[in-house]
């Protein structure tokens, strides 16, 4: 989520305190865009429509994205990344997984981020840089 004035919306997790982009896993009968629209909802009480999220990049990189869960889980995770301008409603943060959610510029994130959150930062900030789809 990219704001009028060019922040990005981030959210601190309950769990673990890390910043992060609001994400998830999918449900079984839920593709890429509509576990975005789906999780964002969830996550920060806005709503985007799938025809407004234009994909910018792809995360599989396993030195950065196989995650180890609070519970001791661990996986391996493939992400697809997406930017979204427009959408309705306010930001109303989910208090059982979330803390709190605010925009930031990219040149100044809240700290500490979640290792995955900074690659997909990275990331954003070269595509928006060449206007190329990124991959790592």
Do not use: K
Request: hydrophobic share 40%.
């Amino acid at each position: 989520m990219v704001d009028a004035e060019e922040r990005i919306l981030f959210q601190r997790r309950r769990d673990s305190g890390y910043w992060e982009f609001p994400a998830r896993a999918a449900e079984p009968d839920s593709g890429f865009r509509g576990t975005a629209v789906r999780e964002l909802q969830e996550e920060s009480g806005l709503l985007v429509r799938e025809d407004d999220l234009a994909a910018f990049a792809s995360l599989s990189d396993p030195d950065v994205h196989v995650i180890t869960y609070p519970n001791g889980d661990r996986m391996h995770c493939f992400a697809l990344c997406f930017e979204a301008r427009t959408w309705t409603g306010s930001l109303a943060p989910n208090s059982d997984e979330v803390l709190e959610a605010a925009f930031f510029t990219m040149t100044s994130p809240p700290e500490p981020l979640q290792p995955q959150t900074r690659a997909v930062l990275d990331l954003y900030i070269a595509y928006r840089g060449t206007g190329v789809f990124q991959t790592r």
